[in-house]
């Protein structure tokens, strides 16, 4: 049995699409395991294109994770040179491009609802690239802190645009095990920010760890403007989208979708609580266990890398499974990985040990990229083709605001209130990062509250449950 076709035209009514009528669970039993045959043949693109697409996407992503997150392994020596307390130094290298992220996101997002996403990436990539190499450039506080700027606007037009095209090339079944895939991007371009960067740094100072990382950038960008083609946007969905949304009508729906508003909470609050510990752990390994840049980078990059991949790629195959068409396995999936792994999170920050520290490393940072493909390919899945990057561009901005902003500002002014009036040292880091462990649970919530409406809305977002 089909589930019931979904006509919706935004800008021509404001009215909410009607969902599918609901009949009890066996039509929502139904309902999961139908599928889209409506979808013309013609439109599917090529097997090599789609995973083409989706491997250049996988490492503009990487590039984006790493020109961020090469300030928290040279956090220690920016802060030291400029003369800056924990809450200065996290101000800095944290806010500035969050702010301008958060800022140019939304309307570039909205944007490529509209427009061109391919050129979109291009020019965003080169964009931060370049400030990247202009942070290697920065001789004083302020030049720095307008490089991080520009860093921010160029990083704005990067996920969002990427993840819409990746939907286009894969159908809503498989659009978990692509983002997923896609999500690969993030482990490998941490390993690039901590161990590749840190290697750099040791060797050549920190200001050369931004150009390793800023050039070749530019040179991806080029790629990416030469040899991938805009797909027809919504030409594996059930419901047309070629219809462009006005910005007010893109937020009506997406605020009607409580599922999609708990699963970007969800994810900001796993950014919150995960990405918010590692951006501190260098410089808390440093203070702790007296060691160098190179040595605190390789501690951590080798779990990014390697814990990273495996957690991804895991959760590339555990999406890839019939069970994970229920999108409601899913959420109880990721919730219990983030759950499980919230508690050796403040293990990690609790011991004077920097053996178990290593293996409590090892039991939660790769959680922190388990969530990432799925929690995409679910807000995408709860989005009209046309809303995409809309939607994905939010769940971006709450993550980023979380992560860039809350985490590296709450902790930096904890640390520095533990210290109370002293130098910060490793006793007050490690007091403002075991309060900030818990948070995990809270993201579980969050992905608990989503399992309850998310089948309805993702019929009533995109026409079918299943590909």
Known sequence: MLPHRVTFIVGASRRRPTAPED??????????NANAA????SQAPSTAERWYVLIVMSLVYALNIAARYVVTTVFEPIR??????????AFLTGVPLALFYVAFGI????????????NIIAASLVIWSGFTMFCGLSANYVQLL???????VGEAGGTPPSTSIVSDCFPADRRPMALSIFALGAPVGAWLGADLAGAVAQAHGWRAAFFALGAPGVLLGLLVYLTIREPRRGRLDAIDGEVKPSFMASLRFMW????????????????LWGWGLVWWTPTFLMRTYSLNIAQAGAVTGHVHLVGGILATAGAAWLMGRPSMVDPRRVLWTVGGVIGFATVPSFVGYWTHTLWLAKLMFWLYIPAIYFFIGPCMALVLNLAPSNMRSFFT????????VFNLIVAPQLVGFMSDWFARGHATDAASLRLALLLLAPTGFWAVWHFWAAA???????LHAIGHVTG
Do not use: Y
């Open 38 to 41: 409506s979808i013309p043949e």
């Open 23 to 32: 009949h009890g669970p066996q039509h929502r039993e139904h309902a999961l």
């Open 256 to 271: 009607r979708q409580k599922a999609a508003l708990h699963v970007i909470m969800a994810s900001g609050v796993c950014c």
């Open 146 to 152: 307008l490089a991080r700027i520009g860093v921010g």
């Open 107 to 118: 309307p570039i997002a909205w944007l490529a609802d509209r427009s061109h996403r391919r």
């Open 80 to 89: 030291l040179e400029l003369h800056l307390t924990d809450g200065g130094a």
């Open 452 to 458: 309850r409406t998310v089948v309805q809305e993702q």
């Open 393 to 400: 561009a939010w769940s971006v901005l709450v993550g980023n």
